[in-house]
């Protein structure tokens, strides 16, 4: 007997942050919980879904994924971009749930039973400066982490990526603006990868994020002089647009590249995938629409020997962890998953089964992705209007974030 779809709310809270869900219900009283969420442009995505997406879902079979999915993709005419991909995902992973609940069985299983039993997962450690990163990893490693990803202050620069807290103060009225020269951070870099090695020695992955602020040509400097220090991987040296830039990152330097978080499409990746341009693949199944279609990236990742290393930073929800486990449980080509804590309001209208221990992240065993959300819970905590960051080069020049 074919189910139906009979409700599709979203829900916008701010539980210690901003969080979009989907829910919805199914005639048989299945629920299937999505997230959605697009870092400062939320209410973009809950517009999407509330008043031109929710009213297509009513009366479809739960069942019909696919359909559901190239129907919302094909469909929209204005295909891609991050708020049409962010809402097909919260649809998709609601979706996913239901069915996977409506099977008894945990998602995992849906997508093909456990390639391994827990998936190695890296935190963050910042610092104002050298000293103040190494103890902060230090921290980390106390906690069991065997990945950490490194950011320090840069001489000179007074606010930049990582170090500087992301989303307080004033970035409720107004993105912070931070700053940034390129040369200053290109010379202080392997300074901080050297003391790292010397403190930990040589097991524990170091990873370092570069968010997007490199040319190609620097980014290839950049890699070459962190060689010595054996970096599980630098992260998005240069801009996701530079596609064909990568060609020179890749050839000029043997450090391993991630890049990927602000993908929402495998043609954004195709290019990077097919000429093994990159190591890890960092799109995710909240901003790159969803199971299905994350699942036709990593298989093509497979093809040439790309890992996944999916985005987890706290302002995805617990949902799309918990989904990320479950396809990172399967997946034949996981690589690491990114984990950063959620906030501890976050609990109060969250429930998750997927858990951390030892470095590495389990997922759970309830049916369907096992993460439930409190509605009234939620109503505590209000949508509050906040901004990512914005970057400037010192002279003032808008610069990449
Ligand atoms: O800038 O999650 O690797 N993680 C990151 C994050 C992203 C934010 C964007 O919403 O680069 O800090
Ligand atoms: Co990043």
């Known amino acids: ?37 697009l870092n400062g442009r939320e209410l973009a995505v809950a517009s999407y879904l509330a008043d031109h997406v929710a009213p297509l879902l009513i009366g479809r079979d739960p069942a019909q994924i696919e359909d559901i999915w190239q129907y919302l993709y094909r469909g ?39 390639s391994r039993e827990r998936m190695l997962c890296y ?11 190494l103890d902060a990893v230090a921290a980390k490693r106390e906690h069991g982490f065997r990945a950490v990803r490194v950011q320090a202050g840069v001489p000179g620069l007074n606010r930049i ?18 700053d940034w020269d390129t040369s200053a951070y290109l010379r202080h ?34 890699g070459r002089s962190l060689e010595p220090y054996r970096l599980f991987w630098v992260e998005d040296p240069v801009t996701a647009e530079a596609q064909e830039g990568w060609r020179r990152v890749r050839s000029q330097t043997t450090v391993p590249l991630a890049v990927g978080e602000v993908f929402n499409s495998i043609w954004d990746a195709q290019l990077l995938i097919t000429e093994r341009l990159v190591d890890y693949l960092r799109a995710t199944i909240v901003h790159a629409g969803g199971i299905t279609h994350v699942r036709r990236i990593a298989d093509l990742c ?17 949902v799309t962890m918990g989904a990320a486990l479950h396809f990172g449980r399967w997946v034949p080509n996981f690589g690491i998953q990114e984990y950063a804590a959620h906030p501890a309001q976050a609990e109060e209208v969250f429930g998750w089964d997927w858990s951390y221990a030892g470095g590495h992240l389990l997922s759970g065993e309830a049916a369907g992705h096992g993460v439930t959300f409190d509605e009234q819970a939620a109503a505590r905590f209000p949508y509050r209007r906040q901004y990512l960051d914005v970057n400037r080069l010192t002279d003032g020049t808008m610069w990449d974030w």
């Open 302 to 318: 497979a093809l040439y020997s790309v890992r996944t290393g999916f985005h987890g930073a706290n302002d995805l929800s617990p």
């Open 1 to 37: 007997m074919s189910d139906r779809i009979i409700a599709a709310r979203v829900v916008v809270c701010s539980p210690g942050r901003n969080y979009v869900t989907l829910i919805i219900e199914t005639a048989s009283g299945l629920t299937g919980i999505g997230d959605a969420t």
């Open 189 to 222: 870099t392997p300074k901080l990868f050297e003391a790292a090695r010397e403190r930990f020695g040589p097991e524990l992955h170091l990873l370092h994020d570069a968010h997007h602020r490199l040319t190609p040509n620097e980014a290839a400097q950049l």
């Open 123 to 133: 935190t963050h450690a910042d610092g104002a400066d050298i000293a103040e990163a």
């Open 161 to 178: 990526y990582g170090v500087h807290g992301d989303g307080a103060g004033d970035s409720y009225a107004r993105p912070i603006e931070g």
């Open 76 to 114: 929209a005419y204005w295909r891609r971009g991050p708020v049409t991909m962010t809402a097909i995902a919260g649809i998709d992973v609601a979706l996913w749930d239901i069915k996977a609940k409506a099977a008894g069985m945990p998602l995992y299983q849906l997508l093909g039973g456990a």
